[in-house]
């Protein structure tokens, strides 16, 4: 094999990753939904090296354009791990990106696309060394732990339904994410996750910076033992479907992750006026229509409107009064292989 294609989607956090330590690795326990249609679409292919002492020869595009600062991290990724990437680093990579969905949406790039690369990469140097001997579950298992290194999120991208990261009992750990959809109630593969788009802007704080400050923010470790104990609950009221705790629960927990940035130095805020107004909006939309529907947030003040998909007609019809941009997704699969040549 020298070529293949890959797809891999976005994911949603319902328990926040904020906060890391080492090689990234969590501070705390994360999960969230898989998406569907938010996804990278990479295809990475392999040709003669030009010149053999340039340890990685990489070239890139994302959506038919060159794209220096995706390829200055994909290059840094490869040289640090070269180790695991002995096979295809003899060869010259070529790497075709692109997602499905637009630039600041809300959506997280970093979590499809490094997630995508990793795979593939991975998938192709098994390849090309001969490795027979690993089982699905011992690739995955290295390629969420290498998506780790590349973007936290990432690890958890790979997984059908809902995904796990960080030390947690004895189902997860630090290393690398583990799907865990069995543990829940089966009607949550139908939940469908409305991105609310308040704004297109650039986010005014990376992700990294933003991990950066929960090192001395004051609340770290009330932070850190709070999100371990709604994880429990959560996973509880998953498993039960219990939407009354589960919309509580995962509420809480976006307003949390702002409430951190609010509260932190230097201080962030990255809610809109509008954020707020659509969350008025939705509760009260809510509780006249006894409709179990809630919202959750990223690092930023696009809205993710999460609901069982049998509500999706009352639930549109309120989206479409917002009159806010709105992409459509769904909880989805995890990453795939949709073609490789042989
Ligand atoms: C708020 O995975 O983007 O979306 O590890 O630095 O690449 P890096 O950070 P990233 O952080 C995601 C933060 C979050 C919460 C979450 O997805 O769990």
Redesign the pocket.
Known sequence: MNKITVESPSNI?LI???G?FGK?FPRNP?L?FTLSKAKTILTLEVAKKNNQDEVVDLEFTFAGKSNDKFKAKMVKFLLEEKIHFDHLLQHKIIIHSENTFPHSSGI?S??SSMSAFVFAALKLEFTLSGSQDFSDENFLNKASSLSRIA????SRSLFSGLALWGDYEKIGNNDWAVGVEHLVDPRFKNFRDAIVIVSAEEKAVS??AG?ALMDHHPYREVRFSTARERLSQLLLAMKNYDLETFIKIVETEALD?HSLMMTSDPSFILLEPKTLEVIKLLRNFRLTHQIPVCFTL??GPNLHVLYPAEFSEAVDTFLLSLNLPIINDQVGFGTTVVSSDN
Do not use: E
């Open positions: 956090a926040k990753y904020w890391k990234q994360s969230s997280a970093s979590a973007s936290g999120s990432a992700s990294r991990h992750l990223d690092a």
